[in-house]
């Protein structure tokens, strides 16, 4: 370990919290919640993947943090997101060249992710548009899954909610969720056919 390293890793822990405990735990939040994401998108080296988000992030605080604006989870879940373009770029450049017959019949398994970077761009767009409370809320509602039911009691304490309506809560903020990135992925749509009508 570094000297370099040490003094990276403190000022990342005083950019998430000025109370070193209180770091600590965001710490751990963030890192469980980037594993998750990297799980979701069907990664196998969830753990490893995590740690490199962390540690870009970390090499670039010293710069980033006095002017960063805004949940420092949403900076490490954007690394996060251009890790896993990297990653997906990496093993498409590693795919054999098969002939025509083999695409079409492995078409579905050869692109599994078609569609989902839009998916997922309308998803941060769509996070941005609830407010800072709601967003915390949501975003760590669902990527704590694997906490007990004393944390999502903690959860409803933090946000003023009483513990059964944090899940009516909750529905209520994925429910517009849903409706907005239906609703962005359809002007995105209508955008790729006019301009393909236009280019015509």
């Known amino acids: 370990m570094t000297k370099g390293w040490e003094d990276n890793f403190e000022a990342l822990l ?11 735990a965001k710490y751990e939040e963030i890192r469980h919640g980037l594993v998750n994401i990297f799980n979701w998108r069907g990664c196998s ?18 710069e980033m ?6 949940d ?6 954007g690394v996060a997101k251009r890790l896993l373009f990297e990653v997906n770029r990496r093993a498409q450049s ?5 002939t025509p017959e083999q695409l079409r019949d492995t078409a ?11 998916k ?14 709601d967003r915390e809320l949501i975003l760590n509602y669902y990527q704590q899954e694997q906490h007990t039911i004393e944390y999502r009691r903690q959860l409803a304490q933090r946000h003023g909610l009483a513990p059964n309506n944090l899940r009516v809560k909750v529905y209520r903020i994925r429910a517009a969720l849903h409706d907005c990135i239906q609703s962005c992925l359809e002007t995105r749509t209508a955008n790729e056919t006019n301009s393909l009508e236009n280019h015509d």
């Open 120 to 133: 997922y761009e309308c998803l941060e767009s769509c996070l941005q548009k609830l407010s800072a409370s």
């Open 14 to 24: 005083a950019w998430l919290d000025p109370d070193r405990e209180r770091a600590g």
């Open 94 to 98: 590693k795919v054999e060249k098969i």
């Open 108 to 118: 579905v398994a050869d692109n599994p992710d078609d569609g989902s970077e839009q």
């Open 65 to 70: 943090a006095p002017t960063y604006k805004g």
């Open 45 to 62: 080296d969830s753990e490893d993947l995590a740690d490199e988000t962390i540690s870009r992030v970390m090499n670039k605080v010293s």
């Open 72 to 77: 420092p989870a949403l900076y490490f879940y």
